[in-house]
């Protein structure tokens, strides 16, 4: 192990664009060089748009299915947070996976749009 960083990944190469019934998904992020048990997530919101959860799927495959983790009680550990109307910075903790991807979705309350910009902020091994 080397020494470590921390780094800012954005999740879009552009902020993006949501309503109530959308759903906007990362790329695939390799965690295989990050350090430490937390994240976060940095997001800011420009908009009066719905309120957005945020969640997570995993996949330890190279390629194949992304799927929500869950504890060993059968308990869901997808959600990041919910009904997010304001920016907000969120330290959160990532499942043990080769990869994830970041979702944001609308409430479904609100027509208007949200501009979402976002970042993941990790601690890694260089």
């Known amino acids: 192990m080397g020494q470590a960083r921390i780094r800012r990944i954005p999740l879009w190469e552009t902020p993006q664009t949501i309503n109530a019934t959308a759903a906007i998904t990362s790329a695939a992020i390799a965690q295989e060089r990050y350090l430490g048990d937390a994240m976060a997530l940095r997001l800011t919101i420009a908009g009066s748009g719905p309120s957005l959860d945020v969640s ?44 994830m991807k970041i979702t944001i979705t609308g409430d479904g309350s609100n027509d208007v749009d949200t501009t979402v910009t976002a970042y993941l902020i990790v601690q890694e091994d260089v």
Do not use: C, E, M
């Open 56 to 99: 997570l799927t995993v996949n330890d495959a190279d390629s194949g299915t992304f799927v929500v983790p869950y504890d060993d009680s059968g308990s869901s550990l997808g959600a990041i947070t919910s009904t997010l109307t304001a920016s907000r910075y969120i330290q959160f903790t990532p499942s043990l996976a080769k990869h």
